[in-house]
């Protein structure tokens, strides 16, 4: 009646190292993407890299890889999560008060008013 379950355990341990080395390299671009490529999309960039290692986690580390209904609801839960994240940050970007002291926003200065310094 009893099922026998052969484990692996020098190819778990492999996998586990592809895993690790492969999260190591995604936090590698999550630091040099914004430095290199200055775009417009590096939200976007960062949101998906955080998002692989978020799952490449959640499937391997948290041993979730078998698992349907977890699957339906890592997905459930994280669509609505980032539903909730768009709206609060639509909501902040659409009422942002202190673009004069913001380092995040580029600075325009008008330099054709601007009165030449000698």
Known sequence: MGTTNTVNYQEEKKVYYKVLIGLLLLT?????QPGLFMTKSTFLAQMLVAVAKAW???IYYMHLKGEKLIGA????????????????????VANFQFEAESFITPQVTNTATAPAVH
């Open 73 to 92: 609801m890592v997905w459930f839960s994280l669509s609505l999560v980032a539903v909730f994240f768009i709206i609060v940050i639509g909501i902040d």
């Open 56 to 58: 490449l986690i959640v």
């Open 28 to 32: 590698a671009v999550t630091f040099v």
